[in-house]
Antibody, heavy 118, light 109 residues
Framework: EVQLVESGGGLVQPGGSLRLSCAASGFTFSDHYMDWVRQAPGKGLEWVGRTKNKGHSYTTEYAAAVKGRFTISRDDSKNSLNLQMNSLKTEDTAVYYC?????????WGQGTLVTVSS | EIVLTQSPGTLSLSPGERATLSCRATQSVDSRYFAWYQQKPGQAPRLLIYGASSRAAGIPDRFSGSGSGTDFTLTISRLEPEDFAMFYCHQYDFSPPYAFGQGTKLEIK
């Protein structure tokens, strides 16, 4: 069974940093692309970024709103996905989900809440 | 950049009725990487349809997806009380950003 468990959310001040993690199990993590998606309170879903697999040189892609501030990394040896968030803004407040794309089938975690507030 | 526009913004129907939700893309999308989600308050999105027309595991057959190119449709053949929620379309390949639609709220009339 595919499982994705996010962690690392919490309260952080504007301008601060936070690192989210996603622990993956139930599939061959190293073979697949992984996304981060977020949802601000009362708003729709927003794609944040993607890391491709080793076969695609671990290429990363980012939404314009986070490019230059957020960094996605993965550790295939630990089946782990990370999202390093720097220079956080109040508008980054959201539930952050990790999503795996397995043969065209998206699997989602339950999300972790990040609140950026003074 | 592909933009997905869902219509209507809100759909008011009664249990037992048929619901038709639309998603239109500004460019042609590879239907293999097109999905529909249902989301209820306080919950993570639930995958309904992937590959434009394949039902996800455990999804009742009253949910169906169709379409290709720039026009996609989610149909709920006979609404049950638990079906009322927000629905999002999503394209997750072609090129970034991998857009979501803005959502359609399906509410009880």
């Amino acid at each position: 069974e595919v499982q994705l468990v996010e962690s690392g959310g919490g309260l952080v001040q504007p301008g601060g940093s936070l690192r989210l993690s996603c622990a993956a199990s139930g599939f061959t993590f190293s073979d697949h692309y992984m996304d981060w998606v977020r949802q601000a309170p009362g708003k729709g879903l927003e794609w944040v970024g993607r890391t491709k697999n080793k076969g695609h040189s671990y290429t990363t892609e980012y939404a314009a709103a986070v490019k230059g501030r957020f960094t996605i990394s993965r550790d295939d040896s630990k089946n782990s996905l990370n999202l390093q968030m720097n220079s956080l803004k109040t508008e980054d407040t959201a539930v952050y989900y990790c999503v795996s794309l397995i043969s065209g089938y998206p699997y989602w975690g339950q999300g972790t809440l990040v609140t950026v507030s003074s | 950049e592909i933009v997905l526009t869902q219509s209507p913004g809100t759909l008011s129907l009664s249990p037992g009725e048929r619901a038709t939700l639309s998603c239109r893309a500004t460019q042609s999308v590879d239907s293999r990487y097109f999905a529909w989600y249902q989301q209820k308050p306080g919950q993570a999105p639930r995958l309904l349809i992937y590959g434009a027309s394949s039902r996800a595991a455990g999804i009742p057959d009253r949910f169906s997806g169709s379409g290709s190119g720039t026009d996609f449709t989610l149909t709920i053949s006979r609404l049950e009380p638990e079906d009322f929620a927000m629905f999002y379309c999503h394209q997750y390949d072609f090129s970034p950003p991998y857009a979501f639609g803005q959502g359609t709220k399906l509410e009880i009339k």
